[in-house]
T-cell receptor, first 111, second 118 residues
């Protein structure tokens, strides 16, 4: 079975630019969550979407936004990139009341 | 919000020894506690989880114990092998279960780098 897939795997952007990260959940999973993992730290929650509605938002600025599509795939958008946005961005999916399954992430480098 | 503390930050053991990683949490309403293993270049992989209605759960060489009164839970790995070397994270959900979606919002510990020497 295919796991959570994320694209692209690596990305290099310049300060001030915009980036879109994509995630396809495990088949049948309707909940998608996004996390940011800075090197040497645990993942930090950004958003959760369930049935195309936002169900939770972490302590991130409005430059971060996301959406979920009818096929349950999701996009994370970050505007006006800062150097501090450099991180591994993880997507995770789940059934209702079930454990999160993570993808391998998108490594974003902002120069 | 939930606060999760994890110790130790690094752990070095000889192959065959046991390894124990401990976490504490702050929100007494938390009812689900997963452990993830992250290898270099990969996303976190769920290795075991426990819900608050049980005190211990085992899966082959891995076990998790939960003390709700003290608000701490621990990961135990027995007969460690070099392939157990990785970063391990504990986590807890934010607040009480709200329509079954709170499992998607986890607060993670800072991670433990486990090294198993052959």
């Amino acid at each position: 079975d295919a796991g959570v897939t994320q694209s692209p795997t690596h990305l290099i952007k310049t300060r001030g630019q915009h980036v879109t990260l994509r995630c396809s959940p495990i088949s049948g999973h309707k909940s998608v969550s996004w996390y940011q993992q800075v090197l040497g730290q645990g993942p930090q929650f950004i958003f959760q979407y369930y049935e195309k509605e936002e169900r939770g938002r972490g302590n991130f600025p409005d430059r971060f936004s996301a959406r979920q599509f009818p096929n349950y795939s999701s996009e994370l958008n970050v505007n006006a990139l800062l150097l501090g946005d450099s991180a591994l961005y993880l997507c995770a999916s789940s059934y209702l009341n079930s454990p999160l399954h993570f993808g391998n992430g998108t490594r974003l480098t902002v120069t | 919000g939930e606060n999760v503390e994890q110790h130790p930050s690094t752990l070095s053991v000889q192959e065959g020894d046991s390894a124990v990683i401990k976490c504490t949490y702050s929100d007494s309403a938390s009812n689900y506690f997963p452990w993830y293993k992250q290898e270099l270049g990969k996303g976190p992989q769920l290795i075991i989880d426990i819900r608050s209605n049980v005190g211990e759960k085992k899966d082959q060489r891995i076990a998790v114990t939960l003390n709700k009164t003290a608000k701490h839970f621990s990961l135990h790995i027995t007969e460690t092998q070099p392939e157990d070397s990785a970063v391990y994270f504990c986590a807890a959900p934010e607040g009480a279960n709200a329509g079954g979606t709170s499992y998607g919002k986890l607060t993670f510990g800072q991670g433990t780098i486990l090294t198993v020497h052959p």
